[in-house]
């Protein structure tokens, strides 16, 4: 059995700008092309619906899997949603992955007509999708056929103590944010190490013997050469890190230095912490790719 600290490794990219069909065609062939695993698309109003996306990723490419990171579940009807997953996981040939999360932003729900309801309500309607989803697409009868034994992998993503008990109970991968609320409470930032930490010893010991046969995953927001002054890194939020240059470095959704430096601090996250899927943000495709091929 595969332990987590030297399960293969992962490589995601989560592209959401192309605004043409031949600009998302030649980036995610780009990216198949570079080596990447997984291909994702976000789910936030105003940008491409995800699993009409998710078609068209799976037409223009041969090899890469395709997934969501991730669905707002509040969003959506769990059967109809299951009808889809399976219909493109179908016409994909069985490359399907998807990422399941809660949901956190109040605006899109304001701006979609959808009832901003409750943390609790939130992620009540998560384990409904989750539970819905095994048992559609884990049917041997399902309609269309299985394209994938047991069906596509689920993802859950999160950073709350019950929505990590949900993954670790059901999820084939889960999804480490890396993140912590604003002040506020409306919006989310970069946690901080003891932050990101403390969920990830949580989950390992939530999955007990599980925990060889799923996949732990974390963002990487930055792939920077030069290293952090401390005063120059925001997140992708936009708000700005109040660490140090020595706090950011050791960050796990976070790489600086050469491409043989940042392929070496991805083999010791992964010793350390378990992890082995790591995700990039579009902007730091063709920098991670070199991260990459180190590692190839």
Known sequence: ??????????FGLCVFTPATRAEWVAKVRRAESLGYDVVSVSDHLGMPAPMATLALVAEATERIRIGTLVLNTSFYNPTVLARDIATV?????????IGLGAGYDKAQFD???IPWISARERVDKLERTVKELKKVLGSRQSSPPQAQP???PLMIAGRGPRVLRLA????????????????DGQGLKLGDLAEITRRIEEVHTLLG???RDVELNIPIHRVQASPPSGDDVTDVWQNRLDLDAGELAQLPSLLFGSPRQCADLLLERRRKYG????????PEMEAFAKVIEELR
Do not use: C, Q
């Open 168 to 183: 670790a109970e059901h999820a084939d991968i889960i999804g480490f944010t890396g993140t912590a609320p604003v002040d």
């Open 150 to 152: 047991g069906g596509p």
């Open 275 to 282: 992890i082995s899927y790591f995700s990039v943000l579009e």
């Open 1 to 10: 059995m595969t332990s987590p600290y030297d399960r293969p490794l992962r």
């Open 89 to 97: 996981d179908h016409h994909a040939g069985g490359r399907v992955e």
């Open 111 to 113: 701006a979609a007509g």
């Open 209 to 211: 013997d599980r925990a």
